[in-house]
């Protein structure tokens, strides 16, 4: 017997049908004499609609506000999924982020769990019952409803698997794993069975979109393994099917990971990139270009600083596309005459393509490999950002969908791997 | 400075645009110096949407669940809310019924309430906010969440008056008070100024739709004193005009009452007559009969057992218009054989017309004009019931009307009253 989290996505709960097969699937692993714990979004849409009346109302509404009302759509949800469980004869029972209690910090609308009391949840899975339990929310020490921000359950999932010390935290969504890079850019890419928790950590914060990245952050501070898997297959496939399908994160490196030492490209194409030519290179030049950029509340991504020739260096940052015109204004007004550099040359068409593998720290050549692949294809790299597990390239964004297909090649990801 | 509770209904919180109103509305109080707390119902149509999801999930959803699934539409409300006032510069702040908290017994959907914490509340209406709080729902002492069962929101805000010792509760409602009866039925109906306490009792349990009978027990429980009064004004009329506007339920009876004996006609058309006939008169008899018609979930209203005559009786009762299958079923098939009585008539379609007043204690021959009345327009009265307060006549349902009319007018109901 087993202690297993269930995680599902707005669009698994997105009708009274969906919500249905849920607590079939569900109930099929407590029949095969399993603790289940399920935490499931909002209904897709309804966290939209409740947004959309506050903003309809005001301008800029209240964040305390925001949560409370926010906080009804997954309260919604556990009492539905807990009348679908009950009327094919499962007991279940479902409790809010207060009930739990989840507690976390008072930051409304980004929250952070500090602690999940476990008591509650524990006696009705010994009583025999399937917990159900909000995502996305908690509670402040005041009492006040907090919401850990979009993405949240995910979140919310992990970190109550974590309580528990579940054996397993399984994220049921559209997709049914991790690949090797998306396949509608690379319709050869595979699915991964395992990938490491750091590969994932640098996946999901490059821009791929299964997981959020603070939900990594939490199995990976508590080491809970987490499985991403389909929510689209037939409710009533074999449990041991199930049990190994997806795509499993791991913390153990000698387990039998991949072979590969890459083993995924990720890529964003919503990038925009600055250069300050010529700055004067004097200490904390980089804090008075980026501080008035944070100001702004800008999110920068890569940054890169050559080495000074004469005295002057070129500095230059990438930023979401959105926030191209807020940087340029930024960076003309405030940054240029402060730091006196001689001027800004920005392209607002770059895209940031990037390789992963933990076996990168162990194997030389590997970035040079990238390289080589790219110049064969005639890509020219304008920027280059490398972290132990990771390196990233700037270039043209026309030029995105060419080199994930060509890296993706490069590095055997389209080989049917060994077991 | 007072203190007011407002209760709005769900109309009234129907849109974006309705909750600005409201949002105008309270704020001209507080503005005028006041303490408010105001107790909003779920958006209209959101508790019918809640709870046809759960239908359609399963015919017989469990209680508790169907609470954390409707209390959410209350939720939500409340957060809309105070975001409408903050958008227009009046402090507020929200609390669902377990943060204030509202402490109830465990009766899923249709729970009571036991007590209420004004601490939270208080201190928010010391700093200056407007407090609002979830109607319909609160807390058990295991921490689950419970609705009060429909309407339950004026009971909610009545309670709050309570505990706060509120000066005032206003009920805004779409109507624009009590009236001396229905003014669909009898265009002359007039608005009263003020009600007793025990006739708006009367009133609510015999069919008038303004207020939840519960809500009236518990203002006359601790006295407090409640306005029914109509949300559809301009929002921005005078305070002084809105303060003396509607109903006023008092409980203070050498306040300037009205004048009149009977205060207003009550009436209900969905009722169904059974009669048993020669009904062995013996001790243990009526039970007999309304046992099992109890046991099968049946409401009985009016029950009239003659003077029997030669050792046997005959036994009338009234129950809703909807459940008179039922009734015919249970008497036939489980009372007819078990007491012995010769038969059972019924009739399918009859009405409850009612005279209430609470000068009828100290006047002779009220229910003689009543009676006088009716014989005068050839309505034939079929049973009759009386309290304290009120007189009931079980009539044919097409006199309705009529005997509506000819006691409005019998009774002076029409005429303006003196100050």
């Known amino acids: 017997m087993a202690l297993i989290v269930h995680k599902y996505g707005g669009t698994s709960m997105g009708s009274v049908e969906r919500i249905k097969n849920v607590a079939r699937r569900v109930a099929k692993w407590h029949a095969a004499g399993h603790q289940v714990v399920v935490v499931p979004s909002a209904m897709s849409g309804e966290t939209n609609r409740l947004i959309g009346l506050a903003k ?4 800029q509404p209240d964040a305390r506000e925001l949560d409370m009302l926010a906080s009804t759509g997954e309260q919604a949800s556990v009492a539905l999924l807990a009348i679908a469980l009950q009327d094919i004869g499962q007991p279940a029972r479902s409790y809010t982020g207060w009930q739990v209690p989840v507690r976390t910090d008072s930051s409304y609308t980004k929250a952070r769990i500090t602690s999940i009391d476990d008591k509650r949840i524990r006696a009705d899975l010994d009583a025999g019952r399937v917990v159900i339990v909000t995502g996305f929310q908690g509670i402040d020490d005041d009492g006040h409803i907090t919401t850990l921000g979009r993405g949240g359950s995910d979140t919310s999932a992990v970190a109550v698997a974590a309580a528990l010390k579940a054996d397993e935290c399984l ?11 998306d396949p509608r850019v690379v319709p050869e890419a595979r699915r991964l069975r395992v990938v490491s928790f750091e590969e994932m950590m640098e996946m999901a914060s490059l821009g791929s979109k299964v997981l959020q990245i603070r939900s990594v952050e939490f199995a990976g501070k508590y080491r809970v393994p987490t499985r991403v898997l389909s929510s689209l297959t037939d409710p009533m496939i074999p449990l041991d099917e199930e049990m190994t399908s997806g795509t499993l994160i791991t913390f153990e490196e000698d387990e039998k990971m991949e072979a590969a030492v890459v083993s995924g490209i990720a ?12 700055v004067p290179d004097k200490p904390g030049v980089a804090y008075s270009i980026l501080g008035p950029i ?54 607002a068409k770059v895209a940031k393509v990037s390789i992963v593998g933990i076996g990168m720290r162990s194997h030389v050549g590997v970035a040079s490999l ?31 969908e060419l080199a994930v297909r060509a890296l993706h090649k490069a590095f055997g990801l389209d080989q049917v791997q060994e077991a």
């Open 56 to 59: 309809d109302i005001s301008a």
């Open 171 to 181: 994220i049921y969504t559209d997709v049914d794993g991790v690949y090797t890079t």
């Open 294 to 347: 944070a100001a702004a509340n800008i999110d920068v991504d890569v940054i890169v600083q050559n080495q000074s020739v004469a005295g002057t260096t070129d500095f230059s940052f990438t930023v979401h596309r959105n926030e191209f015109q807020k940087t340029i204004d930024v960076l003309t007004q405030q940054v240029l005459p402060a730091v006196g550099a001689k001027e800004v040359v920005s392209d």
């Open 267 to 278: 890529f964003s194409r919503d990038e925009a990139k600055v250069t300050l030519v010529a």
């Open 370 to 400: 990238m390289f080589k692949t790219l110049s064969e294809e005639g890509i020219n790299i304008q920027m280059i950002s490398t972290s132990e597990i990771k390196t990233s390239v700037i270039i043209e964004d026309k030029y995105m």
